[in-house]
Nanobody, 114 residues
Framework: QVQLVESGGGLVQPGGSLRLSCAAS????????MGWYRQAPGKQRELVAA???????NVADSVKGRFTISSDNAKNTVYLQMNSLKPEDTAVYYC????????WGQGTQVTVSS
């Protein structure tokens, strides 16, 4: 079991950057899959970027080259660095552990607008 708390969302202009943080209540070293999803109004929740059980990274085509997932095991925290943000990146961003049937954070709103 794990509790996940996201932070770092907000309002940013197109082309800007944000860094989201996901703090876990326990060590993330043994969490085999952990990452970020997002859900825009009227759309299904979709994968943004995640560390997979095989040790690799899965990144959505729509954010490749702009978003980077990273982690700090000492701080039990996973990050999502988002650069060159676009209005279509507007969504609630959720941290996830152990896949879609696992655990979720409460979400943090990211709004990209001029």
């Amino acid at each position: 079991q794990v509790q996940l708390v996201e932070s770092g969302g907000g309002l940013v202009q197109p082309g800007g950057s944000l860094r989201l943080s996901c703090a876990a209540s326990r060590s993330i070293f043994s969490i085999t899959a952990m990452g970020w999803y997002r859900q825009a109004p009227g759309k299904q929740r979709e994968l943004v970027a995640a560390f997979t059980s095989g040790g690799s990274t899965n990144v959505a085509d729509s954010v490749k080259g702009r978003f980077t997932i990273s982690s700090d095991n000492a701080k039990n925290t996973v990050y999502l660095q988002m650069n060159s943000l676009k209005p279509e990146d507007t969504a609630v961003y959720y941290c996830n552990a152990w896949g879609v049937r696992g655990y979720w954070g409460q979400g943090t709103q990211v709004t990209v607008s001029s």
